[in-house]
């Protein structure tokens, strides 16, 4: 087996920025990432945007651009970078599996940095399976890695700051989403966290004009919507809601859903690792100390894999658990990764202190978190709906979501709980009358990407080395 | 993340199709309804 120092699972902001640090740190480093070229979700394709369509550069702006020395400096250090290649599990003794094309394999490292990012929180609504629904973030997929520029009647619906970002960027490329739909703006809810936001001018200035250029663009707006229901058989045909007390209908040949993004964490809970519960995040992340190092030893988390803060503080994050593996290989002491560490730290703190506002801003309500629609579909692979877990949990007083797996097969399909974890914790807690946290999450187990058994028997099992 | 863009790609059934990339010749067929192991 090869043995490395550091195996990083990601290559965005905080995977690409710990392997840099690790590597100048003088750490024999090993990069997995699904993708097949660095960036993550942020950064996503931007040496292909960069060399065959730089027009495009325009369209996603400088928080994009700001991407390209980053993957510059990455490519240009010593690391082992393994790119379309998917970790199915990291064992406790620091073995990490993969598999690729040319096949599946292992390889050891004595630390171990899971920096697998964010995704988009699930958006039950009615209709939400529909073909010609996506989220904003698939959208914007799209539109990174193939150029890929929607047709047609589009209507956004939801709340945060990458579905404001979608919409700019859509117009940027020539198409005029037919109306916003916002469920979630609470301005109020979030004054009282303003002056961690005002002390980021960075982040204040961007939001402005983000707002700004929509409003220029004449965007049709609809506030505080509820109700939203997706109307189509085959596909989608249009879309429903209450605004301003009135029922509306808006014809679309495409809905984007977006509803914030949560810490990407099912290689984490694989291992095991002690989560809590972000009560302004709405979402359960890994217990971290202020390295980002887990409950297990060897184990770090960094990036918003370990609970959202954004590209740049992940960056930094990356930074501070590439550190302390670097003390922990013994390639630098505790007081040369503590001076190391100092204006990383401080940066970390001075992006993250935005946060907060952010959160409480676009925070979805409880009537989104868990539908109060009964035939809202809320597994997608088992087709669960929400007044289904209801009934589970009320009748037959369900006390969590692994004993609903033995009830309804919930969470049980090929996405294993991604989409609809969140949803039935919301659920149960709502419905039990306690929170989240005392309802916990599904069980995760490796392996967390599909494996065929011929795979497995190709594997070349080392015998554990101590 | 979601699992819902599983198809056949080249004779290989339950494929991820968001990470693949499209080329030239590729025989790619959808997936409906629940995925299935061949015998």
């Given at each position: 087996?090869?043995?490395?120092?550091?195996?990083?699972?990601?290559?965005?902001?905080?995977?690409?920025?710990?392997?840099?640090?690790?590597?100048?740190?003088?750490?024999?480093?090993?990069?997995?990432?699904?993708?097949?070229?660095?960036?993550?979700?942020?950064?996503?394709?931007?040496?292909?945007?960069?060399?065959?369509?730089?027009?495009?550069?325009?369209i996603?702006?400088?928080?994009?651009?700001?991407g390209?020395?980053?993957?510059?400096?990455?490519?240009a250090?010593?690391?082992?970078?393994?790119?379309?290649?998917?970790?199915?599990?990291?064992?406790?003794?620091?073995?990490?599996?993969?598999?690729?094309?040319?096949?599946?394999?292992?390889?050891?490292?004595?630390?171990?940095?899971?920096?697998?990012?964010?995704?988009?929180?699930?958006?039950?609504?009615?209709?939400?399976?529909?073909?010609?629904?996506?989220?904003?973030g698939?959208?914007?997929?799209?539109?990174?890695?193939?150029?890929?520029?929607?047709?047609?009647?589009?209507?956004?619906?939801?709340?945060?700051?990458?579905?404001?970002?979608?919409?700019?960027?859509?117009?940027?490329?020539?198409?005029?989403?037919t109306?916003?739909?916002?469920t979630?703006?609470?301005?109020?809810?979030?004054?009282?966290?303003?002056?961690?936001?005002?002390?980021?001018?960075?982040?204040?200035?961007?939001?402005?004009?983000?707002?700004?250029?929509?409003?220029?663009?004449?965007?049709?707006?609809?506030?505080?919507?509820?109700?939203?229901?997706?109307?189509?058989?085959?596909?989608?045909?249009?879309?429903?809601?209450?605004?301003?007390?009135?029922?509306?209908?808006?014809?679309?040949?495409?809905?984007?859903?977006?509803?914030?993004v949560?810490?990407?964490?099912?290689?984490?809970?694989?291992?095991?690792?002690?989560?809590?519960?972000?009560?302004?995040?709405?979402?359960?992340?890994?217990?971290?100390?202020?390295?980002?190092?887990?409950?297990?030893?060897?184990?770090?988390?960094?990036?918003?894999?370990?609970?959202?803060?954004?590209?740049?503080?992940?960056?930094?994050?990356?930074?501070?658990a590439?550190?302390?593996?670097?003390?922990?290989?013994?390639?630098?002491?505790?007081?040369?990764?503590?001076?190391?560490?100092?204006?990383?730290?401080?940066q970390?703190?001075?992006?993250?202190?935005?946060?907060?506002?952010l959160?409480?801003?676009?925070?979805?309500?409880?009537?989104?978190?868990?539908?109060?629609?009964?035939?809202?579909?809320?597994?997608?692979?088992?087709?669960?709906?929400?007044a289904?877990?209801?009934?589970?949990?009320?009748?037959?007083?369900?006390?969590?979501?692994?004993?609903?797996?033995?009830?309804?097969?919930?969470?049980?399909?090929?996405?294993?709980?991604?989409?609809?974890?969140l949803?039935?914790?919301?659920?149960?807690?709502?419905?039990?009358?306690?929170?989240?946290?005392?309802?916990?999450?599904?069980?995760?187990?490796?392996?967390?990407?599909?494996?065929?058994?011929?795979e497995?028997?190709?594997?070349?099992?080392?015998d554990?080395?101590? | 993340?979601?699992f819902?863009?599983?198809?056949?790609?080249?004779?290989?059934?339950?494929?991820?199709?968001?990470?693949?990339?499209?080329?030239?010749?590729?025989?790619?067929?959808?997936?409906?309804?629940?995925?299935?192991?061949?015998?």
């Amino acid at each position: 087996v090869n043995a490395f120092d550091l195996a990083i699972v990601g290559a965005g902001p905080a995977g690409m920025a710990a392997a840099i640090t690790a590597a100048e740190a003088g750490l024999r480093v090993v990069v997995f990432d699904e993708q097949r070229e660095p960036g993550g979700q942020i950064y996503r394709s931007i040496e292909t945007v960069r060399a065959t369509r730089p027009a495009h550069l325009s369209i996603f702006g400088d928080d994009y651009a700001r991407g390209a020395p980053l993957v510059q400096r990455f490519r240009a250090a010593s690391i082992d970078y393994r790119p379309a290649t998917q970790v199915w599990s990291v064992g406790a003794e620091g073995r990490v599996f993969y598999r690729a094309q040319s096949g599946t394999g292992a390889i050891e490292a004595k630390q171990i940095i899971i920096a697998t990012g964010a995704m988009e929180r699930p958006f039950p609504v009615p209709g939400w399976t529909l073909p010609g629904v996506l989220t904003c973030g698939a959208a914007q997929t799209a539109l990174k890695s193939a150029g890929l520029v929607p047709e047609g009647r589009i209507v956004l619906a939801g709340s945060g700051p990458l579905l404001l970002l979608l919409a700019v960027q859509l117009v940027r490329a020539g198409v005029r989403p037919t109306a916003i739909l916002e469920t979630s703006f609470n301005a109020l809810g979030a004054l009282k966290h303003a002056l961690g936001f005002f002390s980021a001018p960075a982040y204040v200035a961007k939001g402005l004009s983000l707002l700004r250029e929509r409003k220029r663009s004449g965007m049709q707006i609809y506030k505080a919507v509820r109700a939203l229901e997706i109307a189509g058989d085959e596909r989608v045909r249009g879309i429903t809601f209450e605004s301003g007390g009135v029922r509306r209908e808006l014809p679309a040949d495409l809905v984007l859903l977006h509803h914030g993004v949560v810490p990407n964490g099912n290689l984490a809970w694989s291992n095991r690792l002690e989560h809590v519960w972000d009560e302004g995040q709405r979402c359960f992340k890994p217990k971290l100390d202020r390295w980002g190092r887990s409950s297990l030893e060897r184990v770090f988390v960094a990036g918003d894999s370990g609970g959202i803060v954004g590209a740049i503080a992940c960056e930094h994050s990356g930074r501070l658990a590439a550190l302390a593996a670097a003390t922990a290989c013994g390639r630098i002491s505790e007081h040369e990764r503590d001076r190391r560490a100092a204006s990383t730290r401080f940066q970390y703190r001075q992006h993250i202190a935005a946060r907060p506002f952010l959160d409480a801003l676009y925070r979805p309500s409880r009537r989104w978190l868990a539908p109060r629609d009964a035939q809202t579909i809320v597994c997608r692979c088992e087709e669960v709906t929400a007044a289904a877990i209801r009934k589970v949990a009320s009748e037959h007083d369900c006390p969590g979501p692994n004993q609903l797996k033995a009830f309804m097969r919930c969470g049980m399909g090929p996405c294993q709980g991604r989409l609809c974890g969140l949803t039935v914790v919301e659920l149960l807690a709502e419905s039990r009358g306690v929170s989240p946290a005392e309802i916990g999450y599904y069980r995760i187990r490796s392996p967390i990407k599909p494996v065929s058994v011929g795979e497995l028997a190709e594997l070349d099992l080392p015998d554990p080395v101590n | 993340v979601c699992f819902d863009c599983l198809m056949r790609i080249d004779g290989v059934p339950n494929v991820q199709g968001c990470l693949v990339q499209v080329c030239e010749g590729m025989r790619i067929e959808r997936q409906l309804g629940t995925r299935e192991i061949e015998p």
